[in-house]
Every structure is written in structure tokens, then in C-alpha cells.
């Protein structure tokens, strides 16, 4: 495996982890809405999904752009001629 696709493959794993933070702190959520009887929950549980929602924006972003990135890519590997150069 290259470096890229170490990095990628981090990236992705990097994701799924913070996806199960993001649920379990949405959980944690209703739960103290629940429980409080109408009483608002603390605030710091109230924003807690918001660091890990961040965080699922940037990679999912960057993931779901990799396959436009690839393909540019390809298309500039490519010479004159039509014939591909060394591939990365």
C-alpha cells in the first residue's frame, strides 16, 4: 500500500470512529431530554454532537470528492500522444 492509500484508508477509519461518537452523543442527547421531564439538559450535552458532526462534514466531504479527484487526475497522467505515463 502506498502512503496515499494509507492515508485514505485512515481517513476513512478516522470517520467511521467519530460516526459512532456523533450517535452515541445524539443518544446521550434524547436520553437527557427524556429523563429531564421538560427541564432542559446541560448545555455541554446539548452541543456535544456538534464537534463530531464538524468533523463528519470535512471527511465525508473529502471522501466523497476522491473519486472526482482520481479521475482528474488519471486525465492529466495521459501525454500527447494518448499513451498513459507512470501512474501514481
Given at each position: 500500500m502506498t502512503s496515499m492509500q494509507n492515508a485514505r484508508s485512515g481517513i476513512r477509519q478516522f470517520h467511521r470512529w467519530v460516526s459512532m461518537a456523533f450517535t452515541l452523543s445524539v443518544i446521550a442527547n434524547f436520553v437527557a431530554m427524556g429523563v429531564g421531564k421538560g427541564a432542559q439538559p446541560p448545555a455541554w450535552i446539548t452541543y456535544?454532537?456538534?464537534l463530531p458532526l464538524?468533523?463528519?462534514l470535512f471527511t465525508g466531504l473529502y471522501m466523497f470528492a476522491l473519486p472526482y479527484l482520481?479521475?482528474?487526475?488519471a486525465r492529466?497522467?495521459?501525454?500527447?500522444?494518448?499513451?498513459?505515463?507512470?501512474?501514481i
Open positions: 456535544a454532537p456538534l464538524a468533523l463528519l482520481d479521475r482528474r487526475g492529466r497522467s495521459i501525454d500527447d500522444r494518448g499513451t498513459p505515463t507512470a501512474a
